[in-house]
């Protein structure tokens, strides 16, 4: 199939959902406002103590120091947030770590822990629309979490240094914070490491200099980042740096030796995928790109890190297609809640047939037919556990990254695909790419308009563009939401 013409992208619309906060009443005052705590989660559906109510972050300034000798982290969290209602007591997520102090807006405040929330009670209660400065002082021996899928994530030792990794909830072990998709922020990261060492993070190095035997290497992240992306890469690294067309956008790569010589070749084709996927999906969301790459048993999983993917031993090209288009559908449109994984998850997946497709490789029909006969996989149970369950409805937290998710979520856009056509479908794509590119909260202007505690793209498919086109309501929601096989012809008619 020919995917020549595009047009330029038209605004896909979709669906925004707020999140609703309970207000009640009570709680002290102070400068005349009678604040309420803004709560220990935002009601995700999977993990409900991920994040916290009342309040956005807009900036994290964080200040780390490593010693991988003693397994010893040390840091100051700077968070600048904007208060979305009155509040007395607001809460932040970390796991593990002793906190020394906690401030608000320079005055000493008091902190309690239960569990992963750590409740901020500042000596004044702050006012809906304020923009507070919170400084957490904290240290201890980072933990490493194991997922309700038993993968690990949090704080991951490694034989020459660490590597912190965060999804879904990974992130509170290293740093305090919302820790959920739907607050994103810009972020400063500073790290002090023993002189020899490297440390590679998010967005772009800024400065690295070395004093009295350790170095510190300061990275800056413009663009908002949802913290289940936030990235640290401790240890010896082949470093390499390069650009990437007139726009020399910076590419970072970040190699451990021991698989420098296997990843040489896959990442000289970061230029040529992001050339590709730009074409393919709109322009590239972020100010640098690259990679990290691991040793194997450093995670056992690769993962989307905003600017540079960490891969735990050197990827093949479709591993690299699909993190680097993770780059769009995740970190700049990013999932409202864990159950919208999918939507990351299926078009990093669909991305993977694009590219064999565009390769010389099996066509996405040919993909999706076996898929749906059921002999795509050499096994039986594998082809079985596409059907598990609709991509949109994980039965729990355990199975968020089961196949369905991948698998039948690719299968969702290929339908779409197929039912609008190309040139209609990459409209589409690159429409909702570009109007929800880096959902940010925090752009919400503080004191004008209504509270929007927590806005942001809650988009589970672009209905409204596919009703426009024909006229007619040709959602698929079918592939979506419903159990256990929806019939391959028929694409239903649901309302508006
Ligand atoms: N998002 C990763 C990928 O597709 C996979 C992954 C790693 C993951 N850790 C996870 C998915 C935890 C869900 C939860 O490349
Ligand atoms: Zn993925």
């Not at 209602?85 to 997520?93: E, I, R, V």
């Not at 919170?134 to 590597?163: C, F, M, N, Q």
């Not at 050339?275 to 999983?301: C, K, L, Q």
Request: charged content about 25%.
């Amino acid at each position: 199939m020919s995917r020549s013409a595009r047009r330029a992208p038209a605004l896909a619309s979709c669906v925004l959902l707020a999140l609703a906060l309970t207000a009640c009443s009570g709680g002290g005052s102070g400068g005349g406002v009678e604040g309420t705590a803004g709560g220990s989660g935002v009601g995700d559906p999977y993990f409900p103590k991920a994040g916290n109510g009342g309040y956005d972050v807009t900036h994290y300034d964080l200040k780390l120091a490593y010693d991988p000798d003693r397994h010893h982290l040390s840091g100051t969290a700077g968070i600048t947030a904007r208060a979305t209602k009155d509040l007395s007591a607001f809460d932040l997520d970390l796991k593990g770590l002793d906190v020394e102090s906690v401030t608000v807006e320079g005055k000493d405040a008091r902190g309690g822990r239960s569990g992963q929330e750590l409740t901020v009670r500042p000596r004044d209660e702050l006012a809906e629309g304020d923009t507070f400065r919170v400084k957490v002082r904290y240290s201890g021996t980072p933990v490493t979490i194991t997922d309700p899928d038993h993968s690990e994530e949090g704080w991951l030792r490694t034989a020459d240094g660490a590597l912190a990794l965060g999804e879904p909830t990974g992130s509170m072990a290293w740093f305090p914070g919302n820790h959920h998709p739907s607050d994103k922020a810009s972020y400063d990261i500073a790290v002090t490491v023993p002189k020899g060492l490297e440390a590679v993070s998010n967005g772009e190095l800024r400065s690295r200099r070395t004093s009295g035997g350790r170095t510190t290497f300061t990275w800056h992240t413009a663009e908002p980042m949802a913290s289940y992306v936030a990235m640290l890469a401790i240890g010896h690294y082949d470093i390499s740096t390069t650009t990437i067309g007139e726009d020399e956008l910076p590419v970072y790569t970040a190699v451990d030796p021991e698989q420098a010589d296997a990843s040489r070749k896959v990442l000289a084709k970061i230029p040529e995928i992001m050339e590709w996927a730009t074409y393919n999906f709109g322009p590239y969301p972020f100010s640098s790109t690259g990679a990290v790459v691991d040793r194997e048993d450093d995670a056992g999983y690769d993962l989307e890190t905003q600017n540079r993917p960490v891969f735990t031993g050197a990827p093949d090209t479709e591993t690299l297609v699909h993190e680097l288009v993770h780059q769009w559908f995740g970190d700049s449109v990013t999932p409202k809640s864990w159950r919208d994984m999918w939507l990351n998850e299926g078009f990093a997946t669909y991305a993977e047939w694009l590219w064999q497709e565009d390769n010389g490789g099996d066509s996405t029909q040919d993909i999706f037919d076996a898929l749906y006969r059921g002999d795509y996989f050499d096994n039986a149970k594998a082809n079985k556990e596409i059907w598990a369950f609709p991509p949109a409805k994980p039965s729990s937290a355990a199975h968020i990254s089961d196949k369905p998710v991948y698998w039948r979520g690719a299968m969702v856009i290929h339908k779409i695909r197929q039912t609008v056509g190309d040139d209609a479908f990459y409209d589409i794509v690159q429409g909702w790419a570009a109007a929800h590119r880096h959902p940010a909260d925090h752009a919400a202007d503080a004191g004008s308009g209504p509270p929007t505690c927590g806005v942001v793209v809650g988009c589970r498919l672009p209905h409204a563009r596919l009703r426009s086109r024909g006229g007619t309501p040709t959602t698929p929601l079918t592939w979506v939401d419903e159990s256990p096989l929806p019939s391959c012809d028929l694409i239903r008619r649901t309302g508006p």
